[in-house]
């Protein structure tokens, strides 16, 4: 846990941005994975961590906005739980190691919600993403599961987002520990991907780094000769000569900041000259938009002048024609570039998702695009000092995406199809790293940079 006194200004400055009521803010119950007692690993809520870092499960808390009152709800352990669990501080113990005064047993919460919808106060909750939390809220407030999404408090999450998406020191050292175990963990399958290796055990390994090394990964580990599928967690493939291997995965530390990398190696440790090409591109890519990223540049203004130098690089190479400017404004690159440059990254790897994507990643000022590319852009804001995001670009040729847009004629000015021939068995190509930005720019984090050039990423596997 971080100091008491974090945890107490960090609930400070959030009764500060809401106006009246109170704020109810749930903790994460354990969630059963084929037989009650066999649950998955808990995973605590990650607002409910960043105001209360409380990483167990069964809790609850009360703000009140209006007195100030903040009350923790939890129920202490009884002698059956001692056997099976060993001993646990009380939740008043619990409650006063993060600044808390008072705390009350589970069962009591529903009063106190009650007592405040009586008198006709807000009650601000935020979107529930567990169905044990859907049934609480539904329990406490009566409104059915179903219309929970639009009784939700905008105004709390927009107050959280505000808090969240500027990292404060302590946590940029938790996610630069999330970097480093990263890093192991890409470093290691760089140098241990061989020919006849199976995906899978290049994922296992990875998997233990991280979970040896902190909590577990941030998320399932994307790790597959077939890059061309953005999310591809089928790992049962044998490393064949002339594939490429797309590898995205990061760590969660045991306080529960994360990481997110992606390399692409070939998987016999040398890139053909038709993978060197695109590889060159997409890095060329994810170089700019590092060097792009700083205060007061919107990140999707950083986005499309990555999306700009793929454009480029694929008419270099005669895979794309026309005007390259105009390509991007039509949207033309995005069939090979169907996400987004980044997202925002911290207690969650797509930090805040649960709150809502648009709050997170837009604003008044910057909305988010319908066009197909653009609106997979998780971040769109003008970024700030202490911003933590992804730089994540990519080419990949998919073969069902081709033959749509080419039956369809979709972007046919800036698509050179007959050319497209060649690169339909290719696969993909992404390049990912993770920084924080500054006040003069963005820094690379984690204490090394996974090797990224063609040439640094043969020479790392050429003993393999
Ligand atoms: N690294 C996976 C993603 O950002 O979606
Ligand atoms: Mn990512």
């Known amino acids: 846990m971080f100091s008491k006194e974090t945890y107490i200004s960090r609930r400070a400055k959030l009764m500060e941005k809401i106006n009246d009521g109170i704020i109810l803010l749930l903790g994460n119950s354990e969630a059963s994975a084929n037989y009650n007692g066999n649950t998955y690993k808990f995973r605590q809520d990650s607002s409910f961590l960043y105001f209360f870092g409380l990483d167990e499960p069964d809790m609850a808390a009360v703000l009140d906005v209006e007195s100030g009152e903040q009350i923790l709800f939890g129920n202490d352990v009884d002698i059956d739980d001692i056997i099976w669990m060993g001993p646990q501080e009380s939740v008043k113990e619990k409650a006063e190691s993060v600044g808390i005064q008072k705390s009350f047993p589970m069962a009591e919460l529903a009063g106190c919600v009650a007592k405040a919808v009586q008198q006709g106060r807000k009650v601000h909750f935020l979107p529930p993403y567990r169905n044990h939390n859907k049934i609480l809220l539904n329990e406490l407030l009566g409104i059915p599961v179903g219309a929970l999404k639009e009784n939700v408090s905008v105004e709390l999450i927009k107050a959280i987002v505000d808090l969240r998406l500027v990292k404060e020191a302590c946590e940029l050292e938790e996610i630069e520990k999330a970097c480093n175990i990263g890093y192991a963990m890409h470093y290691t399958a760089m140098k241990m991907a061989k020919l006849g290796m199976v995906e899978q055990e290049l994922a296992g390994i990875m998997a233990g780094i991280a979970q ?4 577990m990964e941030s998320f399932p580990t994307i790790l597959s000769q077939n890059g061309e599928t953005l999310h591809n967690h089928k790992h049962h493939q044998i490393l064949t000569e002339g594939r490429m291997i797309v590898i995205d995965s990061g760590a969660e530390t045991n306080m529960h900041y994360a990481s997110d990398f992606t390399r692409t190696i070939p998987s016999g440790g040398k890139f053909t000259q038709q993978q060197k090409e695109i590889y060159q591109i997409v890095a060329a890519a994810n170089n700019l938009a590092v060097g792009l990223a700083h205060p007061g540049v919107a990140y999707r203004d950083v986005h ?23 390509a991007v404004a039509s949207g033309a690159h995005a069939l090979f570039m169907p996400h987004g440059l980044g997202h925002n990254m911290g207690l969650d790897v797509h930090d805040m998702e649960d709150l809502g994507e648009n709050y997170v990643g837009y604003d008044d000022t910057i909305k988010r695009s319908t066009q197909f590319g653009l609106a997979s852009l998780r971040m769109g ?75 640094d990423v043969e020479k790392e596997m050429a003993n393999n």
């Open 212 to 215: 040896s090394q902190g909590y």
């Open 304 to 326: 499309l002048s990555a999306c700009r130098i793929i454009a480029q690089g694929l008419t270099n190479l005669g895979i794309m024609k026309g005007d390259v400017d105009e």
């Open 381 to 455: 804001k003008v970024l700030q000092k202490g911003n933590v995001l992804t730089v994540e670009p990519g080419i990949y040729f998919i073969p069902a995406l081709i033959d749509k847009w080419k039956a369809e004629g979709i972007n046919k000015d800036f698509i050179n199809f007959d050319k497209l021939e060649s690169y339909r068995t290719f696969g993909g190509i992404r390049l990912e790293d993770d920084i924080v930005i500054t006040n003069e720019g963005c820094k690379l984090l984690g204490a090394k940079r996974l090797p990224i050039s063609v040439e």
